[in-house]
């Protein structure tokens, strides 16, 4: 199932097929996200940390659910999710939008998604982990 926003933002889950594009899109939004955070070296390694293919991988294998962002057909964005060691608790891992998107609403309806697939499953906590130097700290203070 995909939501549709404006008949230009699609939303939906990812799978294995998808590492390639996930990863990809992550190399393109990281230096924008964290280069002022991170030196080049922790940026790279990070980078394959996170997002290798075999890492990636060993996500999805895990139970984490990604969401692929789509704007006229071109991924924008991606996020993934798990459920958490609490009864009732997910865990969002990863939220990242193009930075010449930031702004615009699709970082609030790939979390928005997350709520509407985590609620029928008796969820009552989201959280996340953000560096307090993120800027899209206030994104996640308003959304609350």
């Known amino acids: 199932m995909s939501v549709v926003i404006d008949h230009v933002l699609s939303i939906r889950k990812a799978d294995e097929t998808d590492i390639h594009v996930i990863s990809t899109l992550a190399h393109a939004i990281w230096p924008d996200t964290y280069g002022n955070i991170l030196g080049e070296a922790q940026l790279h390694y990070m980078l394959k940390l ?40 997910y865990k969002v891992h990863k939220l990242y939008v193009h930075p010449m998107l930031h702004g615009k609403g699709y970082g609030k309806a790939l979390l928005d998604r997350i709520v509407e697939e985590v609620k029928p499953l008796s969820a009552h906590t989201l959280r996340l982990n953000v560096n307090r130097q993120n800027r899209a700290i206030d994104f996640y203070k308003r959304y609350g």
């Open 50 to 89: 996170f997002y290798s293919h075999d890492s990636l991988a060993k996500q999805f294998a895990e139970g984490h659910e990604f969401l692929i962002a789509l704007m006229n057909a071109e991924t924008v964005g991606f996020a993934s999710y798990s459920h958490a060691d609490k009864v009732g608790t």
